[in-house]
């Protein structure tokens, strides 16, 4: 009984720090909480003794669901900064629906591997990115026509259900390739994270089936342990995240974590291929 106390506490103990370390990075570096998450809950879960394929689809969508209320804090704020395209929103809304929808349902098919390397391969992307395109002009001088757009809220929707992320991730470096002002594309980003998460978490949780050796008070596929621990944390800490940035060279930390994301990118991929 003891033994079994004492796991539990230290899993509720590092879903917490998950949680508080997700909120200053989303405060001091703009990250969206999904690229934090999902790869520290897939780590801790096998610690734990669960499956690296069980570990994956829960990790995935519990930071879906942690997502869905730390975006609406978000939200309010870049809304009320003017930062949020409405008129984008009504343009890409039914085809981020879809490739959430499309996605979300293929988490509770697919086998979790599929998921790591997909996870993987955005990760290090996205690390990429931050490195070498931080800061620089867009490629293009605007937005594609309506089917180029489409294309990029269906992708947008898609890849990041699947791996558990925001729009942010994916949403902010396409708008910006395309000229579109930042400010705008993170205030926007934020909504679109929400359009994402309330679907997806929504579908992982009544159509996924359990597995079997899924960490303790697992309901569909979503820890509810994890999304309790991280959710009132990570809104807690962002504001702290946020004041360090002031003080801090910002700039270099997001090198230093995009460094960090590239390891673990490379790591999940590497464990999936070993």
Not at 38 to 54: A, D, I, N, R, T
Not at 87 to 112: C, E, N, P, Q, Y
Not at 115 to 126: K, P, Q, R
Not at 168 to 186: E, F, Q, R
Request: aromatic share 6%; net charge positive; with cysteine.
């Amino acid at each position: 009984m003891t033994e079994l106390f004492s796991d539990h506490l230290l899993t509720i103990l590092a879903l917490a720090i998950t949680g508080v370390v997700a909120g200053i990075l989303a405060g001091l570096l703009g990250v969206g909480g999904g690229i934090v998450i999902v790869p520290v809950l897939y780590f801790l879960f096998q610690g734990f003794g669960v499956s690296p394929e069980s570990a994956m689809v829960i990790a995935t969508a519990t930071s879906l669901a942690t997502i869905v209320p730390t975006s609406l804090s978000s939200i309010r704020t870049h809304h009320r900064l003017g930062n949020v395209d409405v008129g984008l929103l009504k343009r890409w809304g039914l085809f981020i629906l879809a490739g959430v929808l499309v996605a979300s349902w293929l988490v509770t098919r697919i086998d979790g591997h599929w998921l790591t390397v997909l996870f993987g391969v955005i990760a290090t992307l996205a690390a990429l990115n931050m490195l070498f395109r931080a800061g620089k002009p867009g490629l293009f001088p605007h937005l594609p026509g309506p089917a180029g757009q489409a294309t990029m809220a269906t992708s947008v929707g898609f890849f990041s259900a699947m791996v558990g992320i925001g729009g942010g991730t994916l949403s902010v470096p396409l708008l910006t390739l395309c000229n579109y002002p930042a400010h705008k594309a993170v205030g926007t980003a934020a909504a679109i994270g929400l359009m994402i998460a309330l679907p997806g978490a929504l579908v992982m949780l009544t159509v996924g089936t359990t597995p079997a050796d899924a960490p303790i008070s697992t309901l569909g596929l979503i820890n509810l342990a994890g999304f309790i621990c991280i959710v009132p944390l990570t809104v807690l800490f962002a504001p702290v995240g946020a004041r360090l940035a002031a003080t801090l060279d910002a700039a270099r930390l997001k090198k230093v974590f995009a460094v960090v994301l590239l390891i673990t990118g490379v790591r999940m991929l590497g464990q999936v291929m070993m």
